[in-house]
């Protein structure tokens, strides 16, 4: 059983910059695939970035270019660098894992991911 803890969360200006982290335990040196997630009010939760045990990483559109996905093994950790934020990016975002793949779902879908994280606020004001 893989448990997640995300902080870092808060309010933030746009334009500026906000680090979230994410530290995992229990089987963390089985997650093939760790990614964030978010959902804004309103919206149904979306696909933000992958990070695979290989090191290839995966980002949703909207984030190519401001976020940036990484992982501190020694410490069980995944973090998601965020710059250039907007109002729009305001949401709850939330960590998710997966220990395998079963080929049925893609990482960017929910299905995909069995364990997460009770989720942090990152609030963009304009």
């Known amino acids: 059983q893989v448990q997640l803890v995300e902080s870092g969360g808060g309010l933030v200006q746009a334009g500026g910059s906000r680090g979230l982290a994410c530290a995992a335990s229990g089987g963390t040196d089985k997650n093939l695939y760790m990614a964030w997630f978010r959902q804004a009010p309103g919206k149904e939760r979306e696909f933000v970035a992958c990070?695979?045990?290989?090191?290839?990483?995966y980002y949703a559109d909207s984030a190519k270019g401001r976020f940036t996905i990484s992982r501190d093994n020694a410490k069980n950790t995944v973090y998601l660098q965020m710059n250039g934020l907007k109002p729009e990016d305001t949401a709850v975002y939330y960590c998710?894992?997966?220990?395998?793949?079963?080929?049925?779902?893609?990482?960017?879908?929910?299905?995909?991911?069995?364990?997460w994280g009770q989720g942090t606020q990152v609030t963009v004001s304009s």
């Open positions: 990070l695979r045990s290989d090191g290839r990483t």
């Open positions: 998710a894992a997966s220990t395998f793949n079963s080929g049925v779902y893609v990482y960017s879908s929910l299905q995909f991911y069995p364990y």
